[in-house]
Nanobody, 132 residues
Framework: QVQLVESGGGLVQPGGSLTLSCAASGFTLDDYAIGWFRQAPGKEREGVSCISDNESLTYYIDSVKGRFTISRDNSANTVYLQMNSLQFDDTAVYYC?????????????????????????WGQGTQVTVSS
């Protein structure tokens, strides 16, 4: 069964840090771009960060640049999202998903961001709550 499983969410105070993990089962991540997305209550799902298969191309939404870092360990079949200096607006359910690498590169070149419709094998999500 092809599946992505997110973990690492939780409750954190503003300014705190969390590291999210996205682990794959049933397939290897090596050939895929992996994206992190989030959805806050009442808002549309948005692309937060994405990484190509060999880490040559990474993407961050403007609001997390300088605070979040995406990385991957293909030997562990896992992608990570290190989140520092967390803010109230980072509160959301965070999802990971996979896309063919060529689709990711095409999206970045054409519209400057990952296209949600290119991604599949969505995980169930992990809740991140930033609260004092």
């Amino acid at each position: 069964q092809v599946q992505l499983v997110e973990s690492g969410g939780g409750l954190v105070q503003p300014g705190g840090s969390l590291t999210l993990s996205c682990a794959a089962s049933g397939f290897t991540l090596d050939d895929y771009a992996i994206g992190w997305f989030r959805q806050a209550p009442g808002k549309e799902r948005e692309g937060v960060s994405c990484i190509s298969d060999n880490e040559s191309l990474t993407y961050y939404i403007d609001s997390v640049k300088g605070r979040f870092t995406i990385s991957r360990d293909n030997s562990a079949n896992t992608v990570y999202l290190q989140m520092n200096s967390l803010q109230f607006d980072d509160t959301a359910v965070y999802y990971c998903a996979a896309a063919p690498v060529r689709h990711y590169f095409t999206a970045i070149q054409s519209v400057g961001r990952p296209i949600i419709g290119d991604f599949g094998s969505w995980g169930q999500g992990t809740q991140v709550t930033v609260s004092s």
